[in-house]
């Protein structure tokens, strides 16, 4: 890909995964400080600011490199921090906070999808540009939806789970936290190549993430009348 194709890419990516990062974390920040938690608060992280939930590898350079290299898009966000004995009711609240996230990406998503309509009002030129960032808004949001709500902690779908199983379950689950990371790496990234260099397709991801992600888009744009 020459320069020109990489900052075209870039200008059309760049705006749609800053805000869906963004907003991701700040509704995070927000709800825990709605709840009686001002830990995020107070380090300034219920804003819209960027820079304040910024990762430097996992935001910009991991995510960068992956789409330049047409693979699955993956990234991360500095953790918000909760202190869940803080909230008023910690089990049922850490759902809530968790679930915050995902929530604003749905969201982000379906605004995005309206605002195809408004295309057609911005000058000309501008029409491609603004398209393929409110496609890549929707798709992004939609994909960071999906992928936090897996239930497998540190990722939002694991908090969930946690706050709502049995707390025998939910004991067993919240262990996994300290090898979650290393679990999605591995389901991500080595057991997919591992598959390939044995001639098998086990990229799992794109059965549990890109199913379902496909089956919201689908009911989004039909619904938006989009397709």
């Known amino acids: 890909m020459d320069i020109n194709g990489i900052l075209y890419l870039t200008s059309i990516w760049l705006l749609p995964v800053l805000l869906a990062i963004t907003m991701h974390e700040a509704a995070h920040a927000w709800v825990a400080w709605k709840l009686g938690d001002d830990t995020a608060k107070l380090l300034g ?18 995510p960068a490199l ?18 869940f ?82 707390y025998r379950f939910a004991v067993l689950l919240s262990k996994l936290e300290r090898y979650g990371l290393f679990i999605l790496i591995g389901l991500i990234f080595i057991l997919p190549y591992a598959g390939r260099q044995l001639g098998y397709d086990l990229n799992i991801f794109r059965v549990i993430i890109g199913v ?8 989004l744009l039909n619904a938006m009348g989009l397709i």
């Open 45 to 62: 992280r219920v804003t819209f600011n960027p820079i304040a939930h910024i990762d430097r590898f996992g935001t910009i350079i991991l």
């Open 66 to 83: 992956l789409i330049m290299a047409g693979g699955f898009l993956f990234g991360w966000a500095k953790a918000v921090p909760v202190n």
């Open 85 to 166: 004995s803080r909230l008023g009711h910690p089990r049922r609240d850490m759902v809530l906070v968790a679930a915050a996230g995902p929530a604003i990406n749905i969201v982000l998503a379906i605004v995005s999808a309206i605002a195809i309509h408004l295309v057609e009002l911005l000058p000309q030129e501008t029409h491609e540009w603004m398209f393929q960032n409110l496609v890549n808004s929707i798709n992004i949001n939609l994909l960071l939806a999906v992928f936090n709500m897996l239930p497998l902690p540190p990722l939002d779908g694991g908090r969930v789970a946690v706050g709502l199983l049995h």
């Open 212 to 219: 379902p992600m496909e089956f919201l888009r689908g009911i």
